[in-house]
């Protein structure tokens, strides 16, 4: 991740930075970078930088991910990310996230496991039955602001459950996040971009707080 400083004052993401990434979808090369390295800096960077500025003063400092893509172990060798997230760390071991691509806008939040002792505590918390009520109830809740559940899952029952517990779908998570796709609507090149995330990490506190006091940082 970066240490980048924030840039100017937030105004929204014009359609030329989806654009950027329309090409480099197509062109996921060094030579289509370099060639329009400028349009990554004006388009996305420094929107980015000024939207988590904006959400600092309630959400706390956020990170960019770097562009480059990590090909050591992957198969797929394209050195370049096809969108720009940023990352603000909450109390607890989870956090917010916000992302634009091609596609356009994405933001949510949760929690990534980093090791087995936290998928370890989140599903005790949720067999222990006030916390698993209370995790069903908040999940549902995104789900009717239109927010989609994510995070790695076991097919399988976990060890140790019983394949018909109450909240197995939960169970069978060794993560937590949720995620509300926003696309490219007409206000995405407006300052109420900033409203519309602002809104959605607030909406993901309560999760962001159920996994501060049930499962904790890695």
Do not use: C
């Not at 062109?27 to 388009?43: A, F, G, I, V």
């Not at 496991?113 to 209370?134: I, L």
């Amino acid at each position: 991740m970066s240490r980048d400083v924030p840039g100017s004052p937030f105004a929204g993401f014009q359609t030329e930075a989806l654009a950027f990434y329309l090409g480099l979808e197509a062109d996921n090369s060094r030579t289509y970078w370099t060639d329009h390295r400028d349009e990554w800096e004006r388009e996305v960077r420094e929107p980015m930088l000024g939207l988590v500025a904006a959400l600092a003063d309630e959400f706390g400092e956020a990170k960019l991910f770097r562009p480059n893509r990590d090909i050591r172990f992957s198969a797929d060798k394209s050195p370049y990310k096809t969108h720009q997230g940023a990352f603000a760390a909450a109390p607890g071991g989870a956090g917010y996230y916000v992302e634009i691509s091609a596609t356009g806008l994405r933001a949510g939040g949760g929690f990534r496991a980093h090791n087995p002792a936290q998928t370890a505590k989140m599903r005790a918390a949720v067999d222990a039955g006030p916390p698993g009520a209370e995790l069903e109830t908040l999940l549902e809740s995104l789900r009717r602001k239109r927010f989609e559940v994510l995070g790695e899952r076991v097919r399988t029952t976990p060890r140790g459950y019983a394949a018909d517990h109450p909240h197995i779908e939960l169970l069978r998570h060794k993560e937590l996040m949720v995620i509300r796709d926003f696309g490219d609507p007409t206000w995405l090149g407006t300052r109420r971009a900033l409203a519309r995330v602002r809104d959605t990490w607030r909406s993901v506190r309560p999760l962001n707080e159920w996994v501060a006091t049930h499962v904790g940082p890695a």
